[in-house]
């Protein structure tokens, strides 16, 4: 397992820090274009994951991939989460995970 470049938790809150690397964000696919997605964060913003194959509306996937824009990321991987959720949970990983517990997820 490669160490040297951890993928950072985030939201959409926290994603504009976090432009060019790699990141993981849970959303909740709410349209569907193609391979552009939309979906709600666990923090209620919308973002775009891009490259993303298939999955039905209100499905809860967690990305990993670059973050492309302040809003929007490339899927590498994906995992479905399913309906249900425990988005609050997620979020507050989040911060925890960008703030004063950075050290134990990087």
């Keep these: 397992m490669d160490t040297s470049r951890p993928t ?3 939201n959409a809150e926290l994603l504009p820090m976090y432009v060019g690397r790699k990141v993981r964000a849970v959303v909740q696919v709410t349209q569907s274009d193609g391979e552009i997605k939309t979906g709600k964060s666990t923090d209620e913003l919308q973002l775009i994951i891009k490259g993303l194959p ?5 499905t809860h996937v967690e990305v990993i991939g670059i973050a492309e824009s302040e809003q929007s990321i490339h ?3 994906w995992t479905n989460f399913g309906n249900t959720f425990d988005t609050q949970s997620y979020n507050q990983v989040c911060q925890l995970a960008n703030g004063e517990f950075k050290g134990l997820f990087l």
């Design 8 to 10: 950072v938790f985030v």
């Design 75 to 77: 899927a590498e991987t």
């Design 54 to 58: 298939q999955v039905p509306l209100m």
